[in-house]
């Protein structure tokens, strides 16, 4: 069945659609049609893009409408939004199973605050069908398999959509190709956003793996055919856009054409992380922190947060750990755990694994802490730099992210794989107890450049820049006007 968006209202001018298919406008004040899984970056591209009146729908798999209460809006037109409770009822009873997914915090938090709910369409139903094949593909040991069939089956499904009026597609990596098969029909500027660094960050992490088997035991199976489709998306999309200059180099390596790349660094939006940046000293006492996150004495408190997994090398944190552990320095470890018990049990007794916590938790792991340590063999971006920043916390990590941090300015770049360069730096702080303090003015300044009104500047300048040069195909002669 043809589900329709015929709902979706565009956020600027009226528009009158005259044929089927339709090219780029001229003006500068083209509409976008962002598609996405998830709440990734918190919605930031679409919040960017609506901001400056560009936004004319937002295509997601899951969504908490109406703020509170969350409610779905029905997949299939013309239909009221229904409660998640109700929705439940009309699913199968393996389905139902599902409702603690539905009730957690995340799923009612997945909301794009400032975009008015009618310029969102979900897929809810069939958003609890793909969370179920996860849950139980995992189980099986075949999570990434998992991912490679819900990234498709949301870009069939958008791709059967009648979607609002655009000029511009902005969507991400697996998650696309059956969408940018249409829309190139459509004779629609394409903009892919690549989140990762492809083939070649699988391949470097299943051999960093089979190096350390100890760590986090077999490497697993990536499916090669999860990357040859987003080769496809690379020949389809028309502009592609990476996270740092580390995915930039490694999809160019597997084949994407250097001329359709241009780097675009996330967004963060600072809030009140400064302030907390600048009374840390204050409000870090012994007595106002709980008593897992008070400092013993007053040892250097080194921090990781996010994923502990091979990828992010936490093995070299636990190698550099051990080289200090004389030293007058702590390590928290914070975030969920992807490594195995018996590796946790062989940490050195200066560092502490802590387990996931949420994003409250985790601020106050942000205002004791003076160090922020990343030694990461590959990601996309790394956005826990910038919230690092946020809070006047010095990074160290390596170059295989995004370039945000200004050597011996706002942190130190290390080599990858490299524990004892990193037992090194944290050294140089353990040293000088004054420097991580130092650094911090100028760690809050810099997340400033970071804010989802540049995203939104950057990303239109983009398409500005390539639109001009873009020949579109002769069989795309219809047009859109104005009335």
Same mark, same amino acid.
């Given at each position: 069945?043809?589900?329709?968006?015929?709902?979706?209202? @565009? $956020? #600027?001018?009226?528009? =009158?659609?005259?044929?089927?298919?339709?090219? +780029?406008?001229? &003006?500068?004040?083209? /509409?976008? *049609?962002?598609?996405?899984?998830?709440?990734?970056?918190?919605?930031?591209?679409?919040?960017?893009?609506?901001?400056?009146?560009?936004?004319?729908?937002?295509?997601?798999?899951?969504?908490?409408?109406?703020?509170?209460?969350?409610?779905?809006?029905?997949?299939?037109?013309?239909?009221?939004?229904?409660?998640?409770?109700?929705?439940?009822?009309?699913?199968?009873?393996?389905?139902?199973?599902?409702?603690?997914?539905?009730?957690? @915090? $995340? #799923?009612?938090?997945? =909301?794009?605050?400032?975009?008015?709910?009618? +310029?969102?369409? &979900?897929?809810?139903? /069939?958003? *609890?069908?793909?969370?179920?094949?996860?849950?139980?593909?995992?189980?099986?040991?075949?999570?990434?398999?998992?991912?490679?069939?819900?990234?498709?089956?949301?870009?069939?499904?958008?791709?059967?959509?009648?979607?609002?009026?655009?000029?511009?597609?902005?969507?991400?990596?697996?998650?696309?190709?059956?969408?940018?098969?249409?829309?190139?029909?459509?004779?629609?500027?394409?903009?892919?956003?690549?989140?990762?660094?492809?083939?070649?960050?699988?391949?470097?992490?299943?051999?960093?793996?089979?190096?350390?088997?100890?760590?986090?035991?077999?490497?697993?199976?990536?499916?090669?055919?999860?990357?040859?489709?987003?080769?496809?998306?690379?020949?389809?999309?028309?502009?592609?856009?990476?996270?740092?200059?580390?995915?930039?180099?490694?999809?160019?390596?597997?084949?994407?054409?250097?001329?359709?790349?241009?780097?675009?660094?996330?967004?963060?939006?600072?809030?009140?992380?400064?302030?907390?940046?600048?009374?840390?000293?204050?409000?870090?006492?012994?007595?106002?922190?709980?008593?897992?996150?008070?400092?013993?004495?007053?040892?250097?408190?080194?921090?990781?947060?996010?994923?502990?997994?091979?990828?992010?090398?936490?093995?070299?944190?636990?190698?550099?750990?051990?080289?200090?552990?004389?030293?007058?320095?702590?390590?928290?470890?914070?975030?969920?755990?992807?490594?195995?018990?018996?590796?946790?049990?062989?940490?050195?007794?200066?560092?502490?694994?802590?387990?996931?916590?949420?994003?409250?938790?985790?601020?106050?792991?942000?205002?004791?802490?003076?160090?922020?340590?990343?030694?990461?063999?590959?990601?996309?971006?790394?956005?826990?730099?910038?919230?690092?920043?946020?809070?006047?916390?010095?990074?160290?990590?390596?170059?295989?992210?995004?370039?945000?941090?200004?050597?011996?300015?706002?942190?130190?770049?290390?080599?990858?794989?490299?524990?004892?360069?990193?037992?090194?730096?944290?050294?140089?702080?353990?040293?000088?107890?004054?420097?991580?303090?130092?650094?911090?003015?100028?760690?809050?300044?810099?997340?400033?450049?970071?804010?989802?009104?540049?995203?939104?500047?950057?990303?239109?300048?983009?398409?500005?820049?390539?639109?001009?040069?873009?020949?579109?195909?002769?069989?795309?002669?219809?047009?859109?006007?104005?009335?």
């Amino acid at each position: 069945m043809v589900e329709s968006l015929a709902d979706f209202r @565009p $956020s #600027a001018c009226n528009f =009158r659609f005259q044929h089927s298919e339709f090219q +780029l406008l001229k &003006s500068p004040s083209h /509409r976008w *049609l962002c598609c996405q899984i998830g709440a990734r970056e918190h919605y930031a591209v679409a919040r960017a893009l609506h901001e400056q009146g560009l936004l004319t729908g937002l295509v997601t798999d899951w969504y908490a409408y109406g703020g509170k209460n969350g409610d779905q809006r029905a997949e299939v037109s013309g239909q009221r939004p229904v409660s998640q409770t109700s929705e439940i009822r009309l699913l199968p009873s393996v389905i139902r199973r599902l409702s603690s997914v539905i009730r957690h @915090p $995340s #799923a009612r938090a997945a =909301r794009a605050e400032g975009i008015p709910d009618e +310029l969102v369409h &979900s897929i809810p139903f /069939r958003s *609890l069908l793909w969370k179920w094949r996860v849950l139980r593909l995992a189980a099986q040991g075949r999570l990434f398999e998992a991912y490679a069939q819900t990234d498709a089956a949301f870009a069939v499904a958008v791709s059967r959509l009648a979607l609002p009026l655009h000029e511009v597609f902005f969507g991400y990596s697996y998650a696309s190709l059956e969408i940018l098969e249409v829309e190139k029909k459509r004779g629609v500027l394409t903009v892919l956003d690549q989140i990762d660094s492809g083939a070649v960050e699988s391949r470097l992490v299943a051999e960093e793996m089979k190096r350390h088997p100890e760590i986090a035991g077999p490497a697993p199976e990536f499916p090669a055919t999860n990357f040859d489709r987003n080769r496809r998306e690379w020949e389809l999309a028309d502009i592609i856009v990476v996270n740092s200059e580390w995915s930039r180099d490694a999809i160019i390596a597997e084949g994407a054409d250097p001329a359709k790349i241009e780097i675009l660094p996330l967004a963060y939006e600072v809030g009140d992380g400064g302030q907390m940046a600048e009374d840390r000293e204050q409000k870090a006492a012994a007595g106002s922190l709980p008593s897992d996150l008070r400092p013993p004495s007053s040892a250097l408190r080194v921090l990781w947060l996010g994923q502990v997994n091979v990828r992010k090398g936490i093995h070299y944190l636990m190698q550099a750990a051990r080289l200090l552990e004389r030293e007058n320095v702590h390590f928290d470890v914070v975030g969920p755990i992807g490594i195995l018990p018996t590796a946790i049990a062989s940490a050195p007794r200066n560092l502490t694994f802590h387990g996931p916590v949420g994003r409250d938790r985790a601020t106050e792991w942000y205002r004791q802490s003076d160090v922020f340590v990343l030694p990461t063999l590959s990601d996309g971006f790394a956005l826990t730099q910038l919230e690092a920043f946020a809070h006047g916390l010095p990074v160290i990590v390596t170059p295989n992210c995004g370039r945000v941090v200004e050597d011996g300015k706002t942190g130190f770049i290390i080599p990858p794989s490299d524990p004892s360069a990193l037992a090194d730096v944290i050294l140089r702080f353990v040293r000088n107890p004054d420097l991580a303090r130092e650094m911090a003015p100028a760690c809050r300044a810099a997340v400033k450049a970071y804010s989802v009104e540049s995203l939104g500047e950057r990303l239109v300048a983009i398409v500005e820049r390539h639109k001009t040069s873009r020949r579109l195909p002769s069989a795309v002669s219809s047009l859109i006007s104005v009335s």
